[in-house]
């Protein structure tokens, strides 16, 4: 059985106008090309669906009973493909991105800003996550674009340099790294440390900074928001090792921050996406955007 949507259109067509005629005149068909998709789809079901005389077309007892299954099949089929477009032209108004935390709070509420100035109608989804996960997230296509610390061991994923962001130690007022001539690993190592929990990018660029200068950063607290980090810092109970994006950073009362001197506790930040990977027009306009607010 071979049964086309065209041949279903024009039973419920020409069942609805009474007329051969009239119904060749909604579809754009010659009346000849009608009535063979109605013969074409009377030998396809084996059934005699219209009483044909020269004055009229009437609905055999078999065609009334088949025009509302037929007429729903081709209202659910419209429902679906105006769905269907309405899918796609939302998918294209979309920027899906994968962000660190730290970045995602700093470096994209302005760069969104400015974008919907010139694209209102633009939407974003973004998905703040360790720096470990970014790059899953851009390889299974759950995000058109990721924004993370730059990894050799993801030679698949074209990564383009935007920033280098460097770490900085977070401390009390009045604290005595305050009036260091530089904080160095051996200056940190003589306090105790509020560290980020492992796995994420700012506790490994921190360990391997402590493992190259000959130590090991063994942490007084270990957490996983830098809210937390900084709150213990202002309580007084150690100093924190945090992104110069980080907004808690500058939020916060009664803390002070200062680079470290040593070059391991810079991290460099990029945009992660797949190699040769065709994307949307407005998912390209964003990333040129990120790139030329951010570069240099």
Do not use: W
Not at 230 to 241: E, F
């Amino acid at each position: 059985m071979h049964i086309t949507l065209g041949q279903i259109r024009a039973f419920v067509t020409v069942a609805s106008t009474s007329s051969f005629t009239r119904a060749a005149e909604v579809l754009g068909l010659s009346q000849p090309a009608l009535t063979n998709r109605i013969r074409q789809f009377e030998d396809s079901l084996g059934l005699r669906l219209f009483d044909r005389s020269t004055r009229s077309v009437e609905l055999t007892h078999v065609g009334r009973e088949l025009l509302p299954i037929f007429l729903r099949l081709v209202t659910e089929f419209e429902g679906a493909v105006v769905n269907a477009r309405d899918f796609v032209s939302r998918a294209k108004g979309v920027v899906r991105l994968a962000c660190l935390p730290s970045c995602a709070a700093t470096l994209l509420p302005d760069l969104i800003a400015r974008f919907q100035l010139d694209h209102p109608n633009v939407t974003f989804e973004v998905e703040d996550a360790l720096n470990s996960a970014i790059a899953t997230l851009v390889r299974e296509d759950r995000v058109d674009f990721g924004i993370g610390m730059a990894d050799g061991g993801a030679a698949d994923l074209e990564q383009i340099k935007l920033f280098d962001d460097a770490l900085t130690v977070v401390y009390p007022e009045g604290h005595p790294v305050a009036d260091a001539a530089e904080v160095t690993v051996e200056t940190l190592a003589a306090y105790p440390l509020i560290l980020m929990n492992r796995g994420s990018s700012v506790r490994d660029l921190v360990d391997a900074a402590f493992i190259a200068a000959g130590k090991t950063a063994t942490p007084a607290c270990q957490v996983r928001y830098m809210t937390t980090a900084v709150a213990l810092v202002r309580a007084g109970l150690g100093l924190a090792i945090l992104p110069s994006t980080a907004v808690e950073i500058h939020t916060q009362a009664r803390i002070a921050a200062r680079p470290i001197t040593a070059p391991a506790f810079t991290r460099t930040i990029v945009l992660l996406r797949r190699r040769n990977s065709p994307v949307r027009p407005v998912v390209e306009a964003f990333i040129d955007r990120v790139c030329s607010q951010t570069q240099g």
